[in-house]
């Protein structure tokens, strides 16, 4: 290598089924490049002078007991032109996640198939993780050639599967290579018993990939800001962070998203003292002009005319890939880290999940369990600066943190990122208009006081039957009552939703602001909704309380057991033949409330006394009209 030029550093992972010979293969590479120290390839020496080429790459005792890789190990080799990072990644379908994270950084995917079973079910999982986390650079090593006595019919029968494969992954350019990674052979050094072979050995082929710097146009810049220092008090604030795309130099004109405030970069320092320009990937700190306000999780973007803006995002389509034992599903919350931002996700709905025999994607599931891929639809509670993975695969990555444990349970590629729509973010261009009548003034002509009574509970728990026996009191005592059921405002007033978690958000923000004016006009409203999640529970609670109107929830905490025996409408039977999907109480979740107002059960009770308790609350609370 010339003297100062840089050394190019190529990542790469592996990608197979169990005893493809990965260990194996990493070993070589490491032994034939001169990558390992003496006393390291001693230890794995017998006497015999054999080394255990597959002992080098297996680290953990578990690994070395069960002969199978089970974490993710990192090895590092190096050639006059070039440094390797090379993940081995494990082959076991239980350890698919681990083949997710190890692959999310890599340039070049090393598929391997043994020679003599071909193509196998996790070959075909892990290229199409591989495919999913933007690796473009593909090479399939045939290995065990030798077990098959280097027979070119054979090679080339794996290889027709390979590019079958290839070919239904889509986009694929893959190299295949006969190899016998325990002796050598086509990995480092070129196999004279393969002269029917006249492509590149492994190494060949690696040093040979050309590497660019990810999107390298100054318009694409992407700075995730990750500390904010001010050393002294005579030197002004610094951002330091990783470039995700794009380059940056003095006298750059910048602007921080989210809040979208300018400046231009006044001073840049990098780990080499004569870089003047900073490209992706290096870690960079910077001085701009002005005092804006920046800190941890902001972006520094392009302020260029023809800057490529990154979306700000409150709705994400990605794929995930789940790590652990308890199962997704729609309505789930989550920490949702991306760069160097948290925030917390909602699972709105789940899309697809892939079919690793088939590589087909299942429309609608249930849940995505330990180690399944799918897509599915987030909902973030603040602005994430996002872009798709195809187009950065830094800013387009996020991992899922569980809030309760802080373990990471999910990883995940955005699709696309969507900004907030219109109608579920403050309006600066409308105003309130209270009604003419002062609210004391109506409710003393009319003799008639409002409020809400919001009823929760699983499905046929009984809140319709005590609500309807509320309504037909209060009407029949001359005060003005409604009942606002979940399925009547489904034909009309929220016609257009589904029932994801999203949209039953949206549902219950809409009946909230609708109990919210019936009381403000005097009436008692009624409203019988399943509503599962505090969140969205609280929500119309703040609308109310906003409005300075009495709110009361009522829990119909009424068995699971009791209500899956009543099933008026058959939903319990038909979620558990697996005909319904998202059924509150069997694979959608509910909440209950923590410090409701009344709590009710309706097994063996009489309806016409839960009311009368309902209505004494409400007279209780009703007493003197909020003005």
Not at 172 to 189: L, R, S, W
Not at 365 to 380: F, K, M, Q, S
Not at 436 to 451: E, F, K, M, N, V
Not at 517 to 529: F, I, K, Q, T, Y
Request: proline fraction near 4%; charged fraction near 25%.
């Amino acid at each position: 290598m010339t003297k100062g030029a840089t050394r190019q550093l190529l990542r790469i992972a592996t990608a197979g089924s169990v005893d493809d010979g990965k260990s194996t293969l990493i070993g070589r590479l490491l032994h034939d490049t001169d990558s390992l120290p003496l006393d390291h390839l001693e230890a794995v020496t017998d006497d015999d002078g054999v080394a255990d080429l597959a002992a080098l790459s297996d680290g953990l005792r578990a690994e070395r007991e069960q002969g199978i890789t089970i974490d993710v190990a990192y090895r590092f080799f190096s050639t006059d032109t070039r440094s390797y990072i090379l993940a081995d990644t494990p082959g076991h379908e239980r350890y698919t996640r681990n083949m997710f994270t190890g692959a999310s950084n890599a340039h070049v995917a090393i598929l391997l198939v043994d020679a003599r079973a071909g193509v196998l079910r996790q070959t075909r999982r892990h290229a199409r993780i591989a495919k999913l986390l933007g690796i473009k650079h593909f090479v399939a090593t045939v290995n065990k050639i030798d077990l098959v006595d280097f027979d070119q019919v054979k090679f080339a029968e794996v290889e027709d599967q390979l590019r079958q494969l290839a070919a239904r992954l889509g986009g694929v350019d893959i190299t295949v290579i006969p190899i016998a990674a325990k002796h050598g052979d086509n990995v480092v050094h070129r196999s004279e018993r393969t002269p029917w072979y006249g492509g590149p050995t492994l190494l060949q082929y690696l040093e040979s990939v050309e590497l660019a710097a990810p999107q390298a146009e100054s318009s694409r810049l992407r700075l995730p800001v990750q500390w904010v220092s001010r050393p002294t008090a005579n030197v002004r604030r610094r951002y330091t962070g990783r470039l995700a795309a794009g380059t940056l130099r003095v006298g750059d004109e910048v602007v921080s998203l989210p809040a979208g405030t300018r400046s231009t970069v006044t001073a840049l320092d990098t780990l080499d003292d004569d870089r003047t320009t900073a490209v992706a990937p290096l870690s960079i700190s910077i001085e701009l002009a002005d005092d804006i306000d920046v800190g941890r999780g902001d972006v520094l973007v392009s302020g260029a005319d023809d800057a490529v803006l990154p979306v700000p995002a409150r709705e994400l389509d990605a794929t995930v890939c789940w790590f652990v034992d308890s199962p997704l599903r729609a309505g789930d919350r989550l920490a949702l880290k991306q760069t160097t931002k948290t925030v917390r996700a909602t699972v709105q709905e789940l899309l697809s999940r892939l079919d690793p025999e088939t590589l087909d994607e299942l429309d609608g599931p249930v849940e995505l369990a330990l180690n399944d891929i799918g897509t599915v639809t987030l909902r973030t509670s603040s602005i994430v600066i996002a872009d798709s993975y195809t187009d950065n695969r830094t800013s387009g990555a996020f991992i899922l943190i569980d809030e309760t444990t802080n373990d990471t349970v999910g990883a995940g590629t955005i699709i696309e990122a969507r900004e907030v729509k219109p109608g579920t973010h403050p309006r600066t261009d409308i105003r309130w208009h209270p009604s003419a009548l002062d609210r004391g003034h109506r409710w003393r002509a009319t003799g008639q006081s409002g409020a809400t009574i919001w009823f929760t509970g699983l499905p046929a728990s009984g809140k319709s039957t005590i609500a309807v026996a509320v309504e037909r009191a209060l009407v029949e005592s001359g005060r003005v009552a409604y009942l606002l059921d979940g399925d009547n405002l489904r034909h009309g007033l929220s016609d257009d939703l589904g029932f994801s978690p999203g949209d039953r958000t949206e549902n219950i923000r809409r009946v909230g602001h609708l109990t919210r004016l019936l009381a403000d006009a005097g009436v008692v409203a009624l409203a019988s909704l399943v509503s599962p999640l505090k969140s969205d529970r609280e929500t119309a609670r703040a609308l109310n309380d906003a409005a300075r109107l009495p709110f009361i929830e009522v829990h119909v905490a009424t068995s699971l057991s009791e209500c899956e025996k009543r099933d008026p409408k058959g939903l319990y039977a038909r979620a558990r033949r697996g005909e319904l999907a998202g059924l509150t109480g069997v694979d959608a979740p509910y909440e209950p409330p923590e410090n409701p107002d009344l709590v009710l059960d309706t097994t063996d009770a009489d309806i016409d006394e839960l009311a009368a308790r309902v209505i004494a609350l409400l007279n209780e609370r009703s007493s003197r009209p909020r003005t």
